[in-house]
Structures are given as C-alpha cells and as structure tokens.
C-alpha cells in the first residue's frame, strides 16, 4: 500500500469498531466516506530563479483533509521523496493527531519534492518565498495554518511569514487578525512559541512517565530505552528520559548507533556527536566520554535490543513484518511518523507488545504549535513554564483516553487511539450537518 492507502485502511479498520455506536448510521457511512480523501488538494508547479540565472520548476503539494473542527493545520516539507499520495497521509494523520488531545484544528500537509542541501542559501529563500505564492489563496489564521517539517526551519516560516505579508498587502487584503497567525514554528522574535524546540519529544517523555506507570514499572533507573533517531525528537526524548532518571541504553542516526549498557548522556553525547560528525565511539556516561564504555551497533540492531521501552523517532517504515517478530521490547513508543506498517502492528499485537501510536505520543509539537498560534491571536506571550504546564495535561489526558479504550475495547494502542480520534470528527461532522 502507498501511504494514502494505508491511511484509509486503518480509517477502515476504525470505522468497522465504530459503527455498532453510530448503529451504522447514514451520516456515519458518509463522514466515514468523506474522511477518506482530503476536502482539497493543491497541485502544481512553482518556478524560481536560480542563482545561475536559469529557471528550475519545482512540483508542489498542499493537501487540506478536513477542517469540521478548526482551520486545517500541518507542517510544509522540503524533500526529494515527497510524494502526493504522502502528502494525503500525512494531512489525514493530521487530523487524528490534533483531535486526540482535543486541540481546535483539523489536518493539513504540505510538501515540495526538491533536495534543499543542492540548493544556495538564496535559492533556499526564493523557493519558500513561492511555495506561499502557490498557497497564499489557501491559507490564513482561521483557514490553514503551516509549520515546518522534514527540511523545514524557523528561518524558513520566517521567510514564509514576510511572503505572505506581502501578498496580503499586494492584493489590499485588510489585515483582520495577525498574519503572524498563519504559520507557526517560528523564530521567538517574529511570534514563535518559547518550548516549541523540545515540544515533540518532552510530550514523547509526558507518555513514556504515564505508560512505564501503566506498566507498573516502579523503579525508574532499571526501566532501559533504546531511542532510533538523535535528531530534534529523538534528543529531547532522551534527554527528559535521563533527566527523569530512566536508563537510556541506545540512540542512533542515519550511520548507525551505540549501546551503552550503564546507560548513556544525552548531552555528552550529542556534544559528541556534533564534534566528530557521528555517535561512533561517543559512549558518554555522567558527563565523560569513554572509548571502551560501550559499542558501536547498526539500526537494525538497536530494533532488536531487549529493552523495556523502543522509541522509533526517525523514519517511516521501519519496523515490517520482515521484523516485527525479532522486536523484544515490552512497548513502543512511535516518535516517528509511520514507523510501524499495517503488518507489522498485527504480528506487535500477537507477541503482546504494547505500542502507543505516532498520532498521539508526537502530538506535543502540534499541540505547542497551537500555543503559538494562540498567543499570537491573543498579542500575548506565555512563558516556557506556562507552555509546559498546559502541555503536560493534554498529553496526558490523550494518554489515559487511549489507554481507557484500549482496555474497555480490548484493541491495540494504535486502534483506541484512532477510535478516540475519529470518534471525535465524525460527531463534529455530525453535528454540523458536513
């Protein structure tokens, strides 16, 4: 299955658990039906001059899935592997993730199929400046608002923000509410969000605390992590983790990874990896880094590590049927986006392995994202502290509605959650007659 696919699978598999509560209802069948394909697509392609004078055009998308509980809302990707029927997913996704901690928005993903490490600095600005002219129609605080993604930075929303700026004022458009509004992720000093950096991975750590609870895990300093990805998610996962006192044991990148038996030093060993270019040989615990303190491993084996909890926080389809069985962790927590196929879920499920689904344990950076936007409606800014105390509740409310369904409903993590979700759009759906 392409993405797309795979996305109206499990709205499928959610809609077959749902339908005895909505009695198999005409408007249920319809919503359900209309959840399968976005309420629009943009489609298209953007020119922009390069710094040798040529033009190069560049295959743009934007796909606004649905909007019955807010203004659409997701990230914009600059990637080589951008594909249309992943960008449907992705803003399909979207509006799970926002639903499950109950958060105004519907779902919106947005991508450019370009390689932007080929592009100048230059370059990099007239395409982002672009994309917003494709989109500029589309777009606004009450309608859709973007952030950023795979390849996509606060400089670039920054760039994106004074784009749109400009074309509100080249098409006298009055300025309503705060342009500032329509995309998030921004710098702190042009409306962004203090906490937005770690957001994704400190509401990651908000779940782990409540599902090692679940677990009846009581002494934190034997609970072990094994974390695949030491970016942005991954770091800031590992880095709450430690500083909670739980054993973090493995994180890698896309070279490989380390295993470090006495558990590891996120910081150390980011410091590391920064210094040398790779996690190789940087076995860092309590502050000192030491060649003999661990071992190096390949991503396929941090998968495979017998560990308590596994954080995929890089890629998409990762863990397949090819390897699901070989998995020994008692959970998984989905950092990532799609790490785990259909296929996969099925054979988790039978060895009995606990996974709580990408929708909502990376839900914390949409979730601040929303923050932002809020402050900026408001012409208000809220300290980090206040940011995280609004943070914690809904992750952890998120939490105790999957775990809830999940043992009312005897289903998987990623069913309850998905339940608890679409449960949500349809009866929006519903109510608004959609």
């Not at 030491?290 to 495979?304: A, C, V």
């Not at 949409?366 to 502290?385: D, H, I, P, R």
């Not at 999940?406 to 993590?413: F, H, R, Y």
């Amino acid at each position: 299955m392409n993405p797309h696919q795979q996305a109206v699978h499990q709205l499928e598999q959610v809609a077959s658990l749902l339908k005895d509560h909505y009695k198999d209802s005409p408007e249920f069948k319809r919503a359900i039906n209309q959840l399968k394909y976005p309420d629009r697509v943009i489609e298209g392609e953007i020119e922009v001059k390069m710094d040798d004078n040529s033009t190069k055009k560049f295959t743009a998308f934007r796909s606004q899935h649905n909007n019955a509980r807010g203004p659409y809302k997701g990230g914009i990707r600059f990637h080589p592997g951008v594909t249309k029927e992943e960008v449907l997913a992705l803003s399909t996704w979207m509006t799970w993730k926002c639903a499950v901690t109950n958060i105004p928005y519907g779902g919106s993903k947005g991508g450019v199929i370009v390689d932007p490490k080929k592009l100048s600095n230059v370059e990099l600005e007239k395409l982002s400046r672009a994309y917003v002219q494709f989109i500029a129609d589309y777009i606004g605080p009450w309608v859709d608002v973007p952030a950023p993604d795979v390849n996509t930075t606060p400089q670039i929303m920054a760039w994106m923000v004074d784009a749109y700026e400009d074309y509100l004022k080249e098409n006298n458009r009055p300025l309503q509410e705060n342009p500032l509004a329509t995309f998030t992720g921004k710098p702190l000093n042009l409306g962004g969000s203090s906490g937005r950096t770690e957001a994704t991975g400190l509401g990651g750590f908000f779940v782990l605390e409540k599902l090692v609870e679940k677990l009846g895990l009581t002494r934190k300093q034997d609970v072990t992590i094994a974390i695949q990805g030491f970016g942005n998610v991954g770091y800031w996962f590992a880095y709450h983790a430690h500083k909670a006192g739980y054993k973090v044991v493995s994180v890698s990148d896309s070279k490989g990874g380390i295993f470090v038996e006495a558990g590891l030093d996120p910081v150390k060993t980011l410091e590391c990896k920064q210094k040398h270019g790779h996690l190789s040989e940087c076995f860092c615990v309590d502050g000192k880094c030491d060649i003999s303190g661990g071992k190096s491993i390949t991503n396929e084996e941090l998968l495979e590590l017998e560990v308590d909890i596994l954080v995929p926080a890089a890629l998409e389809n990762i863990i397949t049927k090819d390897n699901a069985s070989q998995i020994k962790a008692k959970a998984i927590i989905e950092m990532a986006n799609g790490p785990t196929t259909p296929e996969a879920d099925q054979i988790l499920a039978d060895k009995g392995i606990i996974l709580v689904p990408d929708v909502l344990a990376n839900a914390g950076g949409v979730t601040v994202s929303y923050f932002e936007w809020a402050q900026n409606l408001q012409g208000y800014y809220w300290t980090k502290k206040e940011v995280v105390a609004k943070l914690q509740p809904l992750m952890e409310d998120a939490f105790e509605q999957m775990w809830q369904m999940k043992e009312n409903k005897q289903v998987s993590g990623r069913m309850a959650t998905y339940m608890t979700a679409v449960k949500r759009v349809v009866d929006t759906m519903i109510l608004r007659g959609i």
